[in-house]
């Protein structure tokens, strides 16, 4: 009897060995799947950008930039969202976009989006100025564009290119 229940104890000590194996295998594929995944979509919202299908790729950067883990990806994701949204005339939205997330700190990342939220402000402010409120309301909270003035937005053009200029020694480095 004794023989049997061990015979028995290593079959079940088997089964969970390859359960786990299976398990373990399956959780360390799960990843490299989910990144060639946001890949070949990087890779359809290019191509649909490339084709002038801006609100097309729009769709497919915005979840790429959302679960992207990758900084080059995310970010060049989220330029291409703003580029999308200007090619599609929304200005506004793009300016919201650039306000809404914070400038990256590493630096080719970092440039580029403080150029493009420069160019951004300028064609909002091309775009919007006839229509912009010229008073400053002191109780408004948070950075809306559409209720920024044109002065407040003229700002934030300066300060793009401020920023800009002091990285000046490291961008001709690049």
């Known amino acids: 009897m004794r023989y049997l229940a061990i015979d028995g104890d290593d079959k079940e000590k088997r089964i969970m060995k390859k359960i786990w194996k299976y398990l373990i295998l399956g959780l360390l594929l799960i990843p490299p799947v989910n990144g060639a995944n946001l890949a070949s979509d990087i890779g359809k919202a290019d191509e649909l950008f490339n084709k002038g299908a801006f609100q097309e790729a729009l769709k497919e950067y915005e979840p790429v930039f959302k679960e992207a883990g990758r900084p080059e990806i995310r970010w060049k994701a989220f330029f291409r969202i703003c580029e999308s ?90």
């Open 85 to 174: 949204l200007a090619h599609l005339f929304r200005y506004g939205e793009a300016a919201e976009k650039l306000l809404s997330v914070p400038v990256p700190d590493q630096m080719p990342h970092h440039a580029r989006i403080l150029i493009l939220r420069a160019e951004m402000f300028r064609n909002f402010l091309t775009q919007y100025s006839s229509i912009q409120r010229r008073d400053v309301i002191d109780e408004e909270e948070g950075k809306d564009v559409f209720r920024l003035t044109p002065d407040e937005i003229r700002n934030e053009i300066r300060e793009a290119y401020g920023q800009l200029w002091e990285l000046r020694d490291k961008l001709v480095e690049m």
